[in-house]
């Protein structure tokens, strides 16, 4: 049973910056995306960055490329997501997931995801 673990979240002021970790408890077998994704209070969850583990390509929501950036440590089993110049539009609970994906897919799509952390807020004011 595969647990992903997320931590990191908070309340800050615009313009500042936050790191979130999450870290796979148990293997992973074949799925080499992993993402965060972010639910705002009465909005659907969106993708925000993706990962593919296998080669380290990386994808971005098109309001965070340039601010955000995602990582993945393999020796730690743990992705990151390094969040600059945070804005109060990026308030939301942030989550981690992983997922087996093809060529082709939607890499910030959640319905690909079947591995899911529990989520972490970020308030940013």
């Known amino acids: 049973h595969v647990q992903l673990v997320e931590s990191g979240g908070g309340s800050v002021q615009a313009g500042t910056s936050l790191t979130l970790s999450c870290t796979a408890l148990?293997?992973?077998?074949?799925?080499?995306?992993m993402a965060w994704f972010r639910q705002a209070p009465g909005q659907e969850r969106e993708g925000v960055a993706a990962?593919?583990?296998?080669?380290?390509?990386?994808y971005y929501l098109n309001s965070v490329e340039g601010r955000f950036t995602i990582s993945h440590d393999n020796a730690k089993n743990t992705l990151y997501l390094q969040m600059n110049s945070l804005k109060p539009e990026d308030t939301a609970i942030y989550y981690c997931a992983a997922g087996r994906l093809d060529r082709g897919d939607n890499v910030l799509n959640p319905a690909l995801y079947k591995v899911w952390g529990q989520g972490t807020q970020v308030t940013v004011s």
């Open positions: 148990g293997r992973i077998p074949g799925m080499a995306f």
């Open positions: 990962i593919d583990t296998g080669d380290g390509s990386t």
